[in-house]
Protein backbone atom coordinates (compact mmCIF):
# COMPACT_ATOMS: atom_id res chain seq x y z
CA UNK A 1 0.00 0.00 0.00
CA UNK A 2 1.34 3.38 -1.17
CA UNK A 3 1.34 6.23 1.37
CA UNK A 4 -1.30 8.02 -0.76
CA UNK A 5 -3.73 4.60 -0.48
CA UNK A 6 -3.32 4.34 3.14
CA UNK A 7 -4.37 8.09 3.65
CA UNK A 8 -7.56 7.66 1.57
CA UNK A 9 -8.56 4.81 3.42
CA UNK A 10 -7.78 6.64 6.36
CA UNK A 11 -10.27 8.95 5.17
CA UNK A 12 -13.07 6.82 3.99
CA UNK A 13 -12.76 4.94 7.53
CA UNK A 14 -13.18 8.47 9.65
CA UNK A 15 -16.06 9.14 6.80
CA UNK A 16 -17.76 5.52 7.69
CA UNK A 17 -17.27 6.44 11.94
CA UNK A 18 -18.35 9.82 11.61
CA UNK A 19 -22.25 8.46 12.28
CA UNK A 20 -21.55 6.77 15.03
CA UNK A 21 -20.63 9.88 16.67
CA UNK A 22 -23.70 11.37 15.97
CA UNK A 23 -25.69 10.23 19.19
CA UNK A 24 -23.31 11.25 21.65
CA UNK A 25 -23.20 14.93 20.10
CA UNK A 26 -27.06 14.80 20.47
CA UNK A 27 -27.11 13.68 24.17
CA UNK A 28 -26.16 17.26 25.03
CA UNK A 29 -29.46 18.44 23.64
CA UNK A 30 -31.97 16.66 25.61
CA UNK A 31 -34.54 15.25 22.89
CA UNK A 32 -38.38 16.36 24.18
CA UNK A 33 -40.19 12.92 25.64
CA UNK A 34 -42.78 12.26 27.67
CA UNK A 35 -40.59 10.84 30.29
CA UNK A 36 -39.11 14.61 30.67
CA UNK A 37 -42.32 16.14 30.74
CA UNK A 38 -43.37 13.75 33.42
CA UNK A 39 -40.71 14.65 35.59
CA UNK A 40 -41.67 18.37 34.82
CA UNK A 41 -45.22 17.87 35.68
CA UNK A 42 -44.45 16.03 39.12
CA UNK A 43 -42.22 18.83 39.65
CA UNK A 44 -44.39 22.20 38.58
CA UNK A 45 -47.64 21.15 37.99
CA UNK A 46 -48.84 17.82 40.14
CA UNK A 47 -49.24 20.40 43.11
CA UNK A 48 -52.15 22.06 41.01
CA UNK A 49 -53.31 19.30 38.79
CA UNK A 50 -52.90 16.17 40.18
CA UNK A 51 -50.48 13.90 40.63
CA UNK A 52 -50.15 11.41 37.00
CA UNK A 53 -52.72 14.16 35.69
CA UNK A 54 -56.05 12.84 38.13
CA UNK A 55 -57.63 16.09 38.96
CA UNK A 56 -58.46 16.42 42.49
CA UNK A 57 -61.27 18.87 41.62
CA UNK A 58 -59.70 22.37 42.07
CA UNK A 59 -58.03 22.52 38.80
CA UNK A 60 -58.31 22.06 34.88
CA UNK A 61 -58.07 18.14 34.19
CA UNK A 62 -55.38 18.09 31.91
CA UNK A 63 -56.47 14.45 30.73
CA UNK A 64 -59.13 16.17 28.71
CA UNK A 65 -57.26 19.05 27.29
CA UNK A 66 -57.90 18.67 23.17
CA UNK A 67 -54.67 17.10 21.74
CA UNK A 68 -55.27 19.25 18.69
CA UNK A 69 -54.82 22.65 20.50
CA UNK A 70 -51.50 22.93 21.29
CA UNK A 71 -50.83 26.68 21.15
CA UNK A 72 -53.66 27.12 23.35
CA UNK A 73 -51.68 24.71 25.59
CA UNK A 74 -48.46 26.45 25.17
CA UNK A 75 -50.38 30.15 25.53
CA UNK A 76 -51.92 28.93 28.58
CA UNK A 77 -48.49 28.06 30.34
CA UNK A 78 -46.44 30.77 29.12
CA UNK A 79 -49.10 33.26 29.68
CA UNK A 80 -51.27 31.87 32.30
CA UNK A 81 -54.96 31.32 33.01
CA UNK A 82 -56.51 33.11 35.75
CA UNK A 83 -55.88 31.45 39.12
CA UNK A 84 -53.18 29.11 36.82
CA UNK A 85 -50.02 30.69 37.20
CA UNK A 86 -48.24 32.57 34.13
CA UNK A 87 -44.58 30.07 33.79
CA UNK A 88 -43.19 33.01 30.91
CA UNK A 89 -39.72 31.87 30.33
CA UNK A 90 -39.48 29.06 32.73
CA UNK A 91 -39.32 26.23 30.54
CA UNK A 92 -37.35 26.16 27.31
CA UNK A 93 -39.01 24.83 24.16
CA UNK A 94 -37.88 21.63 24.44
CA UNK A 95 -39.17 21.73 27.75
CA UNK A 96 -43.00 23.04 26.88
CA UNK A 97 -42.31 20.17 24.21
CA UNK A 98 -41.89 17.47 26.57
CA UNK A 99 -44.99 18.47 28.91
CA UNK A 100 -47.02 18.52 25.69
CA UNK A 101 -45.94 15.28 25.18
CA UNK A 102 -46.45 14.04 28.53
CA UNK A 103 -49.85 15.60 28.65
CA UNK A 104 -50.73 14.12 25.21
CA UNK A 105 -50.38 10.82 26.86
CA UNK A 106 -53.18 11.55 29.37
CA UNK A 107 -50.57 10.40 32.44
CA UNK A 108 -49.92 6.85 30.93
CA UNK A 109 -46.05 7.61 30.59
C1 LIG B 1 -51.11 27.17 41.38
C2 LIG B 1 -51.83 26.07 40.80
C3 LIG B 1 -51.45 25.65 39.40
C4 LIG B 1 -50.22 25.19 38.96
C5 LIG B 1 -48.95 25.04 39.76
C6 LIG B 1 -50.40 24.84 37.57
N1 LIG B 1 -51.68 25.08 37.17
FE1 LIG B 1 -52.46 24.78 35.30
N2 LIG B 1 -54.25 25.51 35.91
C7 LIG B 1 -54.55 25.90 37.20
C8 LIG B 1 -55.95 26.34 37.27
C9 LIG B 1 -56.68 26.82 38.50
C10 LIG B 1 -56.44 26.20 35.94
C11 LIG B 1 -57.85 26.55 35.44
C12 LIG B 1 -57.79 27.96 34.90
C13 LIG B 1 -59.19 28.46 34.52
O1 LIG B 1 -59.72 27.96 33.51
O2 LIG B 1 -59.71 29.32 35.23
C14 LIG B 1 -55.36 25.67 35.14
C15 LIG B 1 -55.46 25.41 33.79
C16 LIG B 1 -54.48 24.84 33.02
C17 LIG B 1 -54.60 24.54 31.61
C18 LIG B 1 -55.83 24.77 30.73
C19 LIG B 1 -55.74 26.17 30.18
C20 LIG B 1 -56.78 26.39 29.11
O3 LIG B 1 -56.37 26.85 28.03
O4 LIG B 1 -57.97 26.12 29.36
C21 LIG B 1 -53.42 23.99 31.21
C22 LIG B 1 -53.06 23.52 29.83
C23 LIG B 1 -52.55 23.95 32.38
N3 LIG B 1 -53.24 24.48 33.46
C24 LIG B 1 -51.28 23.44 32.37
C25 LIG B 1 -50.42 23.50 33.47
C26 LIG B 1 -49.05 23.05 33.42
C27 LIG B 1 -48.39 22.38 32.22
C28 LIG B 1 -48.52 23.29 34.65
C29 LIG B 1 -47.11 23.05 35.11
C30 LIG B 1 -46.07 23.68 34.32
C31 LIG B 1 -49.56 23.91 35.46
N4 LIG B 1 -50.69 24.01 34.71
C32 LIG B 1 -49.39 24.32 36.77
C33 LIG B 1 -53.70 25.91 38.28
C34 LIG B 1 -52.36 25.56 38.26
Not at 28 to 56: D, I
Not at 79 to 89: F, K, S
Not at 96 to 106: A, D, Q
Request: glycine share 6%; hydrophobic share 40%.
Amino acid sequence: MTIQVQVRALAAALLLASPALAPAQQAAVPVPSAAQGKSLYTSFCARCHGMNMVTTGVSFDLRSFPRDQRERFERSVTQGLRAMPAWGTTFKPEELESLWLYVGSSGSS
